[in-house]
Nanobody, 120 residues
Framework: QVQLVESGGGLVQPGGSLRLSCAAS????????MGWFRQAPGKEREFVAA???????DYADSVKGRFTISRDNAKKAVYLQMNSLKPEDTAVYYC??????????????WGQGTQVTVSS
């Protein structure tokens, strides 16, 4: 069983930054792939970023160069640094234990989500 708790969401102006955090349980956290996904109103949940157990990262094209995913295995935590935020980044952001299904990332354990709103 893996439990995930996100924090760090909020309201930010376009061009601003936010850092999301995800605290995880699980004895073998360091072996997990971890990811961030988001869901905007009226849209399906989509992949944002993932990080492997050796720190290798993957990003959606829409966030490349603006978002950075990182992890701290000692703290059992994963982070998402979001810079140059745009109104279209507005969504509920979910932390997940990530799985690669051949052509896409998805999650098998999910947090409750944290709201990110980008607006002036």
């Amino acid at each position: 069983q893996v439990q995930l708790v996100e924090s760090g969401g909020g309201l930010v102006q376009p061009g601003g930054s936010l850092r999301l955090s995800c605290a995880a349980s699980g004895r073998t956290f360091s072996a997990y792939n971890m990811g961030w996904f988001r869901q905007a109103p009226g849209k399906e949940r989509e992949f944002v970023a993932a990080i492997g157990n050796i720190g290798n990262a993957d990003y959606a094209d829409s966030v490349k160069g603006r978002f950075t995913i990182s992890r701290d295995n000692a703290k059992k935590a994963v982070y998402l640094q979001m810079n140059s935020l745009k109104p279209e980044d507005t969504a509920v952001y979910y932390c997940a234990r990530a799985q690669w299904y051949g052509t896409r990332w998805s999650g098998d354990y999910w947090g409750q989500g944290t709201q990110v709103t980008v607006s002036s």
